[in-house]
């Protein structure tokens, strides 16, 4: 059975290459990193030519890659370890232990810090991903469960309770926590720092609160329990995905209100902006495709059919922000799709650019761009 799927996989992509022969696509020259559960490690790809090169194993369970600045890390929560990787030789280099099991990491916007929360014991810690020394951390009253963060503060809301406390960077000093009514299951800044939206999936609820006051400033209600939250190039519009629901909400930040909830394809998942093209990416579980979205007529630009189980979308930087990248959530393969083409209107069947295979269950994925 797997040596069937491989064979799919790959006259899949070669048939795929062969037809965009006519006219060469751009290569994008970087790296993509996914942190699998199933190899206990961290896959790595070259996406000039997308294709699986090695796999970085790891002595514990990997959670999240992280890219500080140019250097790139990987926790690995129930060890208790940040670990940084060498992208020169793909080995595992420096690591540090952390106080507490590692439920949240966060890079500040510029890269210059690292921003983890802990459980048992329940705290904050900023790290410089220079040194790899802890710069200060703090107890929290309650076990953390969601994080975000921005240039001179942070944001956490815990695991049971319904409180949002907001933590001055970089002393680690607690400001204050607004009760929240109900628990916070995914949290963020405004691009500018100055909002903090949290979305309550009980309540079916998104709150927003002042930064500066911790004052709560409005409640939002929608029709499902809001899962993920992901903003347009200027924070004024945020996407909204929850479970078990084919819509998906947008919401204006800086009036407070839910401006319209549209149709987003089967299940709307993962979700991604590309600035350059004004397009939101969702993905599908529901009917394994890729839906994409015209950010300012808010209709349907294309649909790709991924199949299997996408869950996280990547887009590569740059200018042209040529390929998306689709993850399934079982198998860890990796669907490219070609923005250029299937925007093409002259194209009926939207196509895949290719497929290559990546470690099983991922957790997490970052790309990393070098030079040509």
Not at 239 to 246: E, L, Y
Request: charged residues 20%.
């Amino acid at each position: 059975m797997v040596n069937s799927a491989l064979t799919r996989r790959t006259l899949l992509a070669t048939a795929l290459l062969a037809g965009c022969s006519r006219k060469l696509a751009t290569r994008y020259f970087g790296w993509l990193f996914v942190a699998s559960a199933a190899e206990r490690g961290v896959a790595v790809a070259d996406l000039s030519q997308f294709r699986h090169v090695t796999t970085i194993p790891l002595e514990h369970m990997p959670g999240q890659v992280l890219l500080a600045g140019d250097r790139l890390f990987v926790t690995c929560p129930e060890a208790r370890l940040l670990c940084e990787i060498d992208q020169n030789h793909f080995t595992v280099g420096r690591k540090m232990g952390l106080p507490g099991r590692i439920v949240s990491a966060v890079v500040v916007p510029g890269g210059k810090s690292i921003v983890v929360v802990t459980e048992q014991p329940s705290g904050i810690c900023l790290i410089d991903p220079v040194s790899l020394k802890l710069k200060r951390q703090t107890q929290l009253r309650e076990t953390p469960a969601v994080l975000d963060v921005t240039n001179g503060m942070a944001v956490t809301a815990p695991a049971t309770g319904d409180s949002i406390t907001r933590i001055s960077l970089p002393d680690c000093r607690i400001l204050s926590s607004t009760p929240a009514g109900s628990k916070c299951g995914v949290i963020r800044f405004r691009d500018d720092g100055k909002m903090i939206l949290g979305g309550l999936p009980e309540a079916k609820q998104i709150v927003s609160i002042d930064a500066q006051t911790g004052k709560l400033l409005a409640r939002l209600p929608l029709a499902f329990a809001p899962a993920r939250f992901t903003f347009n190039s200027d924070g004024g519009q945020m996407f909204v995905t929850g479970a078990s629901d084919d819509t998906l909400a947008i919401i204006s930040t800086y009036q407070s209100e839910v401006d319209q909830t549209i149709l987003a394809g089967r299940s709307p998942l993962g979700m991604a902006v590309s600035n350059t093209r004004n397009l939101l990416l969702v993905t599908n579980p529901g009917s394994g495709d890729l839906t994409i979205l015209d950010i300012e007529t808010r209709r349907l630009s294309a649909s790709v059919h991924i199949g299997g189980n996408p869950g996280e979308v990547l887009i590569t930087p740059g200018p042209d922000e040529e390929y998306a990248l689709v993850i399934s959530r079982d198998s860890g393969d990796v669907s490219v799709v070609r923005l250029r083409t299937v925007l093409d209107k002259s194209v009926k069947t939207k196509p895949l650019f290719t497929v290559f295979a990546m470690g099983a269950n991922p957790q997490s994925a970052v790309i990393v761009p070098r030079a040509a």
